[in-house]
């Protein structure tokens, strides 16, 4: 009889199952801003009901409703006041289809929809990806705009390099579509560069983390970049035409959305703009790189994307002259040189990469990803000079005045090179994704072989005042106080991975904990290491703001009662750097094997805040931060050659304060205004004078220490005409410390000149994209999908920045540090156009 009973009432409760889900109806549908595009994370809710989803990152929605019942459907997106949709009553599973345009102005998918996602990470921002075709800075890409976000400095527009919270160039990592990028080895100065990997018209998407980031990426202790190419759904064609270069891209897809392809070349030559340098000659730089992602879509969750990178850079160099005044106005003093001899630098790199995703259900993703770099690069100078060194006359009443009145010292110099590199590195892993409701779970494991030749041939002779620095060893034989000569080889291999898990602790209040652990071994120092890390973020007004807006139609003071929009953010990780192969080598071109890795343990406390000024939306950040430094490798900076002591012979802290406000300072555009402050010092063992009496160990300035920088990226337009447009990028930061390169890091106390900046680019529609089909009533404007010409002005200021020394002896042995400056004011004009 008992059974019986259980059985009736589970007939009946499976019949009251069906009964209740016949009774409902499915209304579903893609959301899109008011500029059409995709608007994720809007939250769409029955009025007078509990029924609540989130549209995904394709904008879609699927929502159970109340058969039988006229309802009211509510749209809200992140603190903005919601639309409301009145829908008439539905059938029993009747499927209905509502896909809203909303009025939210979305026009910043930067600040409104793609830094949102994101709002709980520390450190985190989002760049759009548009704004890298209006960057008005002399060298293309996301690295220029980068040097704009709080926590980055820079003092060198020739180069894509930057520091972070007080790291250098070598701890920033490098993500496209999941696979790390490597920057070349031999590049001296910013000029020789060229061109960074990343092509601007193939971006999709800009995420960078200044620190505290999660397990995920990888093994350096300063930053990370991850750039996500586009995947295309039509045809379209890009071209950018300029003094310096030429850009092109394509993109598009079979008719069935299962082939996509981008396409993407480069020429860029920087001729015009190094030769306002004070070095005169024949400059002949060309850089140039050709780029594919090639994706093919087997079914619906199963594909495999290949992506291809080409790129060949040189530059040549004849110098003939050259002539730099610098001191002060009591003792200004005048460098002249007569050259002879070239200078050439040259690398070709390639880069491939098979990425195999699937996706077996809607929550788990996993992905098989290969790839392989390959550099081969080549040094090849005999650079011989004679230089005079004189004394201006600054009486500016003297009929002398601005002309040299006394010669300081003559001297000549040699500086010759043979150095070549070749270096193979090939990784294979495999990386997972499961999202389980409230908790992501991320994991990850790789291993990688690292094959690296490299060739050192070098020497310099100077001979100053008639007193030739070279002198006889026992033999009799002439030795060179910078003489390298070896050839070495090295061989690894590296294990490492990890796992984290994002769990939504509390949804009413987004509380979010994110934890995770990395491992990476390397097999050329038989090192692992450990790397715990976590995030933690909450808003705590979001409970009372999401009742506040549901309420908002019957409340006409509903905006007085809403709240701050604050998130609260922290983070905790540590952050090993093992060697790659720069940090091994020392001055005397040997490898050190008992090198272990660098540490960093990053503290992060921060908020940010959305607001409405001028009823428009803006966001601001502060963070502050600390790094305990430990086990780190000293180096020497000479403009972005970076030199190693190889040996973990330091310690430190690096510490500071970010700032950030960005938004619509004029109304459909976005803009943002950022400012550090940062102090790191280190504390160096073993460092001797040149009388060989060791140095006491004391706190000095670190290399990369730049106390104060303030940065703008703003965009104006006529508001009688937004054809006309403007966009201004202004950089002002403190010296960097910097010493003479005696090889010891405690002479490094010297500052060098702030560095100032302005950029500014002015631009006109030609061929407005906004343009509606029944205004494209000529043939250009029907085969052009929008077009515009820039006028770029570089360095608007004329300032001369220095970015190193030339350091030289008089007459009476003093040593004089003369300022390489950086480049002058240049104008620019190009010309844009998209098919």
């Avoid at 009251?16 to 994370?41: P, R, W, Y």
């Avoid at 002060?328 to 390639?350: H, I, S, W």
Wanted: with cysteine; net charge positive.
């Amino acid at each position: 009889m008992q059974k019986i009973f259980c059985f009736l009432l589970l007939v009946l409760g499976i019949s009251v199952a069906v009964k209740a889900q016949n009774d409902k109806a499915i209304i579903s549908g893609t959301v899109k801003d008011s500029m059409g595009q995709l608007a994720e994370g809007v939250t769409v809710s029955v009025i007078g009901q509990k029924i609540t989803v989130v549209t995904n990152e394709d904008g879609f929605y699927k929502i159970l409703v109340d058969a039988n019942n006229a309802i009211e459907l509510k749209f809200n997106y992140f603190g903005q006041k919601g639309q409301t949709f009145s829908l008439p009553a539905l059938a029993p599973n009747q499927k209905y289809e509502l896909s809203p345009r909303l009025n939210i102005g979305l026009t910043l998918i930067d600040f409104i929809v793609k830094e949102e996602r994101y709002r709980e990470q520390v450190s985190t921002f989002t760049i759009d990806s548009r704004q890298l075709t209006i960057n008005p800075a002399p060298m293309p890409g996301v690295e220029q705009i980068l040097k704009t976000l709080p926590g980055v400095s820079s003092n060198n527009e020739l180069s894509a390099q930057y520091n972070v919270r007080g790291g250098n160039f070598d701890e920033n990592l490098v993500y496209v579509n999941d696979i790390e990028i490597y920057r070349p080895f031999l590049p001296r100065s910013g000029q020789q560069e060229g061109l960074s990997f990343i092509h601007s018209d193939l971006v999709k998407s800009i995420k960078f983390s200044a620190g505290g980031f999660e397990a995920k990426y990888g093994d350096k202790m300063s930053s990370v970049l991850d750039i996500k190419y586009k995947d295309p759904k039509k045809t379209t064609s890009s071209i950018n035409i300029g003094l310096l270069g030429v850009q092109a891209a394509t993109e598009g897809a079979s008719k069935n959305l299962r082939f996509t392809y981008l396409i993407g070349a480069r020429y860029w030559s920087n001729k015009y703009v190094v030769s306002t340098l004070d070095t005169k000659g024949d400059y002949q730089p060309s850089f140039t790189d050709v780029q594919s992602l090639l994706t093919y879509h087997f079914r619906s969750d199963l594909s495999l994307s290949i992506l291809g990178s080409y790129a060949q850079n040189r530059y040549f160099l004849v110098p003939t002259d050259r002539q730099t005044t610098f001191g002060t106005v009591k003792q200004a003093l005048q460098l002249n040189v007569y050259f002879g001899g070239a200078d050439l630098m040259e690398y070709r790199t390639a880069t491939g990469a098979a990425s195999l995703v699937y996706n077996p259900t809607r929550r788990l993703q996993l992905k098989l990803i290969g790839s392989t770099f390959y550099s081969n690069e080549n040094e090849i100078f005999t650079i011989e000079g004679a230089y005079r060194l004189s004394e201006l006359e600054t009486d500016q009443s003297s009929s002398n005045f601005g002309r040299a009145k006394s010669l300081r010292g003559v001297g000549y110099f040699i500086n010759n090179a043979r150095n070549g590199i070749e270096a193979t590195v090939i990784n294979i892993g495999h990386r997972g994704n499961y999202d389980k409701g409230k908790h992501n779970i991320q994991w990850g494991a790789f291993v990688q072989t690292e094959n690296i030749n490299d060739r050192l041939k070098e020497w310099n002779y100077r001979d100053s005042a008639g007193f030739a620095q070279p002198t006889l060893d026992a033999n009799g034989n002439i030795t060179l106080p910078d003489y390298l000569r070896t050839q070495l080889s090295l061989n690894t291999f590296r294990l490492n991975g990890y796992v984290q898990n994002t769990m939504v602790i509390d949804r009413n209040s987004n509380m979010v904990f994110t934890y995770g652990v990395r491992s990476n071994w390397w097999s050329y120092t038989n090192e692992n290491v450990i790397s715990p890390r976590f995030q933690f973020a909450f808003e705590p007004n979001r409970k009372h703001n999401k009742l506040v807006l549901d309420n908002s139609k019957n409340d006409t003071n509903w905006v007085k009662k809403m709240r701050k929009n604050w998130v609260i953010k922290a983070s905790y990780g540590w952050y090993y750097q093992t060697p790659f192969y720069r940090e091994l080598r020392n001055f005397q071109g040997e490898l050190n094997a008992n090198i272990k890795s660098q540490k960093s343990i990053h503290y992060v406390l921060g908020a940010e805040m959305n607001f409405k000024a001028w009823k428009r939306p803006f966001k601001f950040t502060a963070e502050a931060y600390y790094k305990d430094l430990s086990n780190l490798i000293p180096y020497e900076i000479d403009n972005v050659r970076i030199r190693y002591f190889a040996d973990n012979t330091s310690r430190g802290y690096a510490t500071g304060v970010d700032f950030r406000v960005n938004g619509e300072f004029v109304r459909g555009t976005e803009s943002w205004a950022s400012l550090s402050l940062m102090d790191t010092k280190e504390i160096i063992s073993n460092q001797f004078t040149t009388q060989g009496v060791k140095e006491n160990e004391r706190y000095i300035p670190r290399l990369t220490n730049q106390a104060f920088q303030f940065a703008i990226f703003f965009q104006d337009y006529l508001p009688s005409n937004d054809k006309y447009k403007v966009n201004l990028m202004l950089v002002y930061g403190s010296g960097f410390p910097f010493g003479i390169p005696d090889h010891n890091r405690y002479n490094d106390v010297n500052s060098m000149p702030s560095y100032r900046r302005v950029d500014i680019g002015f631009t006109k529609d030609l061929i407005p994209e906004k343009l509606k089909t029944s205004q494209r009533n000529s043939f250009l404007k029907r085969h052009i999908k929008y077009a515009n010409l820039a006028l770029d002005v570089f360095n608007l200021l004329g300032v001369d920045n220095t970015i190193s020394y030339t350091w030289l002896q008089d007459a009476t042995a003093q040593t004089w540090a003369v300022p390489n400056y950086l480049t002058s004011r240049r104008l620019n004009l190009k010309l844009q156009m998209k098919f």
